[in-house]
């Protein structure tokens, strides 16, 4: 392959990006459905309607912007950023635990005045972004358990860990799975995934188990099982997110027509929870047509995936896909009753800037990753690139192994 | 978007990828994969929720919804006989706590709030504005109905002040709200208290009118029964069954505001001055049997009646019977008239005792009035004249009378809580018994029978049934149905009725009534001063003092009565009833515009102007009047004794209760 061909430049992804506008168009229309009822009840809102979706609007333009400009970045220009960003998201996480602004009872956002951001955001770009960046540099890592993929969940787990103090489980379980799901794409194998997963899970029922069966970890964890048995308690809101889907039927009971929405009903009929509102106006064809937009961006951004050559390029498509798909998938889980309750905003529907700017800025960079499928960093250039890019660092330079183990064989083309 | 920052040949939008070298083992399509199956999955349980449990979600959704309202129906007002409002109705607040708002935090963020502060935070800013309320019962109580029902808020506070609520409602405590309701209030709440009664939180009659014309108050309350939002509004569309609110019809009552409030600043006077136990004045309108006014001391204020004692409640006027004493006389010496068993010719002698059987009755104070007349005997207030006057009568015959003029039986005049008073049957009357009878001692009435039975000597002789209830309101606005007025009952002929008036006049001209003169109007009453029976003794030293009577004579419009118990200091009816008389009639005929009668020739009543001394009443009404408490210069009638302003009170409150839902 000439030089030429390896940094050949091609259109970004169309349908990554016509899906991305398509969730962000209908997310903020979707805000301000959910919202304008509960902004013209309650006091701070000033009894503006639009209060919410204004700053919406403002959180979109900025993630636009975002996007925009990530779009523009060089992907790999970002792997010196890797290490870097992971400390300052790890500092920052233990900065908001030492002083942050609580909001229902969680610590969460640091910063003064207007301007707070939740670190926890920033952080699950941060480590898809150094797990790209090792993983492709030492590929071999995946295969050993301990030394390698055990090292790398460590560092996972110091992150999950501090977020899940905060406490904000739904954000540390999104991130892990993220981590599984980069780790296994780069080749662990499925068995210790598998493994780990159960060991997870397992893990996770201990701790809610902490304060025994009446702790409210576990309530909240049983609850959506049977959630009209605890209706005025932890079920409240989940019997109500029932309700709303449930109400609304195949088609929906109208766009606007929602009465979860109103003030009292459901909470967080704008945040965590709007995909109810979504299925109570818009019924089934309106649930699943996000996820039929989900599908296709998953779709879009495992295939830039698959193409791109480069091992980095391609391990952080799969992580900031992987990222937005798991987070869509607990986020619908929790709201269908599916699984056990945890406070995920949904991807670009949600009401929040704090998840939909670093989302937007995470499809900018996988739109830059489309389009460069070829890029190879120039001091390798090797006649056989495939075998080379799975067991050789990037640099400086190593020599092969003599041995190669036995799961590189599989990984091979 | 597609523009890139260089311009290579072989890029563009429809440039295709070629198949690249893979970077990633093919675990990649597992990952695809299983997200895929994931999305599919949700795909499958919202096919399920929306779809196959679409009905039933229906249906649970809009029982959570469904609820079924009272609307609470506007009870009716309480006017007086111009329709000056008496009682009508306001809005009040109820505090309420909600238990889920309590519990859970609110979405909006507040540094350093947490659900506890929160939950502190309401109930110290409730403790702030309700200083005798107990949080801890409080927040037992929010605890344990959190647990269940649909709509589980707790009542803080009922009936409170409206703009203390709104107070409250401005501090936005967490879970606390405010729901307006109606209550009850009296525009001037010690005005006529004993007559009008009150309700109890709900807005039923507990006392007075309150409570027996609580029928017709109370109006039929509504139903709406529909789909609620959280906010308790019903959701438009969903209205399964409205029933709008009957209200609740106005009651005009016989009362006059103006000579009740007289009436009771009268009556204050002399109940302080005297120091006594209690003191009673009764208002009629002989003519009608109208209840003009009607108070007694010790009273209280029905907008605060929580502040008072069940004594002060009583309405002494209805409910006490009393010894009356030589009130009575008046009715004994009607009846031997009536019967001709005497005649104003008629002569007696009082020796100042009398032996009956084995007992001596004696005249006050051991005197004796020698040779009378039978004004004489009324005048004198004679004891052994008026048994003459019973023994002349016969038992069955006196007993009859008594019982033709009211003593008792019940008045029937709609007041709460009425006594008939003790009246024994004559056959078990001993010769004793029926001279005690004759001059008031051993019979029992209340203060309104007395007065009833004066009017039927002021009416020529006709007993007209007191009455409280002038008629029925419509609504508001709506006409006036009269009460049913019903014949009075011929009792003693006009004549033996103006043969007794005359004798009553000459109380007040020259007898024991001499207090009672009024400067522009002639006058007539009976005095009594009797000692009080209590649980069949007599109680030493203690009196009631009364003044029974009437003006102007030829034909009189108000019958008054007044009795102070146990007064300190001076205890003869007319020295401590009688101004009291006087005061109230002075305002009553002054507010009816009657020609001033004292005057040898009422024409020519305004030669006298400027006379000092004299002010007679033709002359009073042709010349502008000094401001009268009452009546403002236009003779329009004016609240004097208005507490709040009229405005403050909501005429036509139907106030949406938020604790009507069932």
Known sequence: MTEAAAQKKFAPDWWLFVVTLLLLGGGVVMVFNASYALAAEVKYTGGDPAYFVKRQALWAAIGLAGMFLAQRVPY????????????????????????????????????????????????????????????????????????????????????????????????????????LLVLFAAGARARWMVTLLAVFALGG????????????????????????????????????????LGTGGPFGVGLGESREKRLGNLPAQRTDFIFAIIGEEMGLLGTCSVLALFVALAARGFHIATRTRDPFGALLATGITGMVSVQAIVNIGVVTASIPATGVPLPFLSYGGSSLVPTLIGMGILLNISQNPYYRERKRRSAEPDIDLLDEAPAPPRKRPEKVPAGAGRSGR | MAAGTTSRSGRGRNARVRSTGNALPPHIVWVFGIVTLLYLALAGRLVYLQVFQHEEFKQIAAELRRRRHVLPARRGLL??????????????????????????????????????????????GLAGFFPDLDVATLALK??????????????????????????????????????????????????????????????????????????????????????????????????????????????????????????QEALKVAYETSKAESATVVVLDPRTGDILALANYPTYDINRRKDSTAAARTNIAVTAPFEPGSTLKVITVAAALEEGKVSPDTYFYCSGARGIGRRTIHCAHGTSHGRESLLDVIKNSCNIATADCAFRLGKERLWEYERAFGFGERTGSGLAGESRGLLSKPDKWSDIQLSNVAFGQGISVTPLQLAAAYAAIANDGVWMRPRIVRGVRNGEGGVLRPAASEPGRRVVSAEAAREMRRMLQSVVDDGTGKAAQMEAYTAGGKTGTAQIARGGRYVGGKYVASFVGMAPMKDPKFVVLV??????????????????????????????????????VPGKAPRRRGRRGTRPILDALLTPRPPVPGVDQGGRRVRPWSLYGAEAICYNENAYGGTGAS
């Open chain 1, 76 to 179: 790999w220009k970002l792997k010196g950023w890797a290490v870097p960003s992971l400390l300052l998201a790890i500092t920052m996480l233990a900065a908001v635990l030492a002083m942050g602004h609580g909001a229902q009872g969680a610590q969460r956002w640091i910063g003064y005045g207007p301007v707070k951001i939740q670190p926890s955001e920033f952080a699950k770009l941060a480590l898809v972004l150094y797990l790209a960046k090792v993983l492709a540099a030492r590929p071999k890592l995946v295969q050993n358990l301990w030394g390698g993929v055990g090292m790398l969940l460590g560092v996972v787990m110091l992150v999950v860990v501090l977020i899940e103090l905060q406490p904000d489980l739904g954000t540390a379980v999104t991130l892990l799975l993220t981590a």
């Open chain 1, 205 to 244: 029922v201990c701790l809610a188990l902490r304060h025994g069966t009446d702790g409210y970890r576990w309530k909240r964890m049983v609850t959506f099982i049977n959630p009209q048995a605890d209706y005025r308690g932890a079920g409240y809101q989940i019997t109500h997110s029932k309700i709303a």
């Open chain 2, 79 to 124: 006017l007086d006989r111009d329709g000056t409002l008496l009682v009508g109705n306001e809005r009040a607040g109820v505090i309420v706590l909600d238990p889920n708002l309590w519990y859970v935090a609110s979405s909006k963020a507040v540094e350093g709030d947490t659900p506890e502060a929160r939950r502190v935070r309401a109930l110290d």
């Open chain 2, 142 to 263: 929010v605890a344990k109905r959190r647990a269940d029902g649909r709509f589980p808020a707790v009542d803080v506070r009922r009936q409170v002040d409206w703009p203390l609520a709104q107070k409250i409602q401005a501090a936005s405590l967490p879970g606390v709200g405010v729901l307006p309701e109606s209550r009850r209030a009296a525009v001037n709440g010690a005005l006529a208290a004993h007559v009008l009664g009150f309700t109890d939180l709900d807005g039923r009659g507990l006392d007075g009118l309150e409570k027996t014309l609580d029928a017709e108050l109370r109006g039929i309350p509504g139903v709406l029964e529909a789909e609620f939002d959280p906010q308790n509004r019903p959701i438009p569309g969903t209205v399964r069954r409205h029933e709008g609110a009957l209200p609740g019809k106005d009651v005009v009552l016989t009362l006059d505001a103006d000579v009740q409030h007289e009436a």
């Open chain 2, 563 to 600: 009795s102070v118990t146990a007064p300190q200091g001076p205890y003869y009816g007319g020295v401590v009833a009688g101004p009291v008389f006087k005061r109230i009639l002075e305002k009553a005929l002054l507010g009816r515009r009657v020609p001033g009668d004292k005057a040898d």
